[in-house]
């Protein structure tokens, strides 16, 4: 019979062991993520500029509550798993939200066959009802009423601006990681929509569409 040192000594070694093989496991899963983002953030053409500002540290989507048109409860960790393309505006939506909402249908639309691979989001922080006539616009659309506090706490915009000025772009994995500068046009649309382009050709190893929008339905 072995020794009480020695059983235990070999209970160690296959510990060990085991906790090598499901590293190199998870070295093996997430290597096609890490490359990627190794490639866009870190093996970079000179002379190549970023139109959107990249945000470091990124900033995970809060565990949150939100709420659909339809009044139905999720939480914001619930839109990880595609790139998003957020804006931020209260429900009477004037103006600059109305603008922001066709520069994301646009942007998205201009990804042709990766449209798919990018959810545009609208982030209302107030009760005030959304327009009927806005409605059929955002079919395609994923509309959620979220805290005040909780966008404030999560998103930040440029120093001098308000949060509703600007576009953001989250990561599939749920991260915060491009914020775009305030006032887009159609003519700086087109400097973003580059910006997209890099990410989702970065990252077209791993990320595949795999999230319907959501419907939405009035209050």
């Known amino acids: 019979m072995p020794s009480p040192e020695r059983a235990l000594a070999g209970d160690a070694r296959r510990t060990g062991r085991g906790r090598w093989q499901m590293l190199a496991v998870f070295l093996v ?14 093996v970079r053409p000179e002379g190549r500029r970023n139109f959107g500002e ?19 409860v999720s939480t914001l960790k ?10 931020v505006a209260g429900g009477a939506c004037d103006a600059s939200c109305s603008n922001h909402l066709y520069l994301q249908r646009q942007l998205r639309e201009g990804m042709g066959k990766d449209r798919d691979r990018i959810d545009w989001v609208w982030l209302i922080p107030d009760a ?36 509703a000025e600007h576009l953001y772009l989250v990561d599939p994995m749920g991260n915060w990681m491009m914020r775009f500068p305030a006032g887009l046009d159609l003519a700086a649309g087109a400097k973003a ?9 970065a990252s077209a ?3 595949q569409a795999g999230r319907e929008p959501q419907a ?4």
Do not use: M
């Open 29 to 42: 899963c997430a290597a096609p993520v890490i490359a990627s983002y190794f490639t866009y953030y870190v």
């Open 54 to 72: 990249l945000i470091e540290p990124q900033r995970a989507l809060p565990d949150q509550t939100a709420v659909n048109l339809g009044g139905q």
């Open 78 to 87: 619930a839109l990880k798993g595609q790139w998003l393309l957020l804006s």
């Open 128 to 163: 005030a009802p959304v327009s009927d006539k806005l409605l059929p616009a955002l079919k395609d659309a994923t509309v959620l009423r979220v805290a005040p506090e909780v966008l404030s706490d999560w998103l930040k915009p440029a120093p001098g601006h308000q949060l």
């Open 193 to 201: 929509k580059r910006d997209l382009e890099r990410v989702l050709r």
């Open 205 to 207: 190893s791993w990320d």
């Open 216 to 219: 939405p339905a009035r209050q």
